[in-house]
């Protein structure tokens, strides 16, 4: 029995499916798991990746159409879960630019739009970042300060946004500001005049992502650069649906790594005359991490078959991001109290996840967001 998958859901999975989780967890293993130690300890993101996961076809992956390959939900979920088996960081990249970048241009872009940006985004020729959190409040992006105002045919741009994926390194950004007409969509690319950008240093949690803050000043964007299919919040929010899919495949990956050496590490330390696997109250812990990952396969799993069918509701989705990450989390933080000491090095891969987490749990919707969400469906009353 695979520990890492204790109901086969592998079997479930068709030939196409498993293929591409193959082709992942191979890259993982042979190009990720060797450097990113280095790259976590030296606050880098390993941009010399990018190229590779773009000959995978991982950019963009379940998009149709302009150089991307049209997976289906599961395939993009696997991508997302071997990933982060990998490091959330690699997992946030691929989320940022398939999920936040090209689908918005994809599913609201103008055709000039999606011809110009999006092949090269698959090809990872360009990298693109998404900016709708702002330095005020990041849980009510309604109350948006980023203005747009209408100046003969063009758009000018005023604000700010922070803690924005690959910010620092965006060739382009999908930026949401406020106008007399609602919230609006705008595609800006790096060099424009009075848009720029900087790297949030000295995190502890994803070091190995680039995150940063952007700034608009007076930025003038034709309207060509506007994306024309999206008018209002339900813009935005419906790529951060597409993208909190990923998130609950993808921290099932780290969950995984942390069981993974748990197993090795108690079945060979020995205290007491014995292995600490042989412990009860430790088997009881593993056993829970076991419970935890299978429950949250399935979730990802089921949410996976009701998006092919278009059947999957943002609230489900709330659902299956909350319960992943929480599990995930906690898995990892468990994973590092029974490594003892050696929990807290990096030699081992549970507290360099349960870092990660940390921000997973928050990015995307935090925890409180989403049990709210789920606590409006259930009473019909909104508490936000
Ligand atoms: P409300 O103003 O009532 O709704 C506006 C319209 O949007 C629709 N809608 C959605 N559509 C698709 N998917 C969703 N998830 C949607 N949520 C809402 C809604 O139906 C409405 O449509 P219409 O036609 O009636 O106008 O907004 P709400 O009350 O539903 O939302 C409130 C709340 C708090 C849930 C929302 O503001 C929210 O989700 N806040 C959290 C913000 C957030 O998650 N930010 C993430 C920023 S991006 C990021 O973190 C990237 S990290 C990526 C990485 O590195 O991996
Ligand atoms: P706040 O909204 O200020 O929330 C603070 C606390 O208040 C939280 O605990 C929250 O749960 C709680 N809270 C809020 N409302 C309520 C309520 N009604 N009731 C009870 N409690 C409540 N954003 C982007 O746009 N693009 C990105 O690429 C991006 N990447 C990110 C990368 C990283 C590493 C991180 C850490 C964040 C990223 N974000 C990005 C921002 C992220 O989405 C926000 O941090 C998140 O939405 C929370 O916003 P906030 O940090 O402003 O916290």
């Known amino acids: 029995m695979n520990a890492l998958d204790f109901f086969d859901l592998r079997g479930q999975l068709s030939s196409d499916e498993q293929l591409v989780q193959d082709s992942v967890a191979r890259l993982v293993d042979t190009r990720v798991l060797p450097i990113i130690r280095e790259c976590f300890e030296q606050h880098r993101f390993p941009r010399e990746l990018v190229p590779e996961l773009a000959a995978l076809g991982l950019l963009g992956a379940s998009l149709e159409g302009y150089g991307c390959a049209g997976l289906n939900s599961a395939s993009s979920g696997l991508i997302c879960q071997e990933l982060e088996r990998g490091d959330s960081a690699l997992r946030s990249f691929v989320s940022v630019q398939s999920s936040l970048v090209m689908y918005p241009i994809w599913a609201y872009g103008s055709e000039a739009q999606k011809q110009q940006y999006l092949p090269r985004l698959a090809r990872g020729e360009l990298i693109g970042c998404f900016g709708l959190t702002e330095p005020h409040g990041g849980s009510d992006p309604a109350n948006m300060k980023t203005r747009a105002r209408k100046s003969g045919g063009d758009w000018l741009i005023s604000g700010s946004k922070m803690w924005i994926t690959n910010g620092a390194i965006a060739d382009m950004c999908v930026a949401w500001a406020d106008s007399d007409e609602g919230v609006r969509g705008f595609i800006i690319d790096k060099g424009t005049r009075g848009f720029s950008s900087s790297e949030i240093e000295n995190k502890f949690s994803l070091r190995a992502s680039n995150t940063g803050a952007l700034f608009f000043d007076e930025v003038r964007v034709p309207e060509s650069q506007r994306l024309p299919g999206a008018a209002g919040l339900k813009g935005p929010l419906s790529c951060l649906t597409q993208a909190r899919y990923g998130i609950a495949w993808g921290v099932i990956g780290a969950a995984q790594a942390c069981l993974a050496q748990m197993l090795e590490y108690t079945a060979t330390r020995e205290l007491f005359g014995r292995p600490l696997a042989q ?105 936000f």
């Open 279 to 383: 412990n009860q109250a430790i088997q009881i812990r593993l056993a829970e991490m076991a419970r935890g990952i299978t429950t949250s396969q399935m979730l990802a799993l089921q949410l996976a078959r009701l998006k092919d069918k278009g059947e999957m509701k943002p609230v489900q989705v709330s659902m299956a991001k909350w319960h992943n990450c929480r599990t995930a989390l906690d898995i990892a933080r468990d994973c590092r109290d029974m490594l003892g000491g050696a929990g807290i090095s990096a030699e081992f891969g549970p507290i360099r996840h349960m870092l990660n987490l940390e921000s997973v749990i928050t990015y995307e919707g935090t925890e409180t967001i989403h049990q709210l969400a789920v606590g409006r469906e259930l009473t019909g009353r909104s508490a």
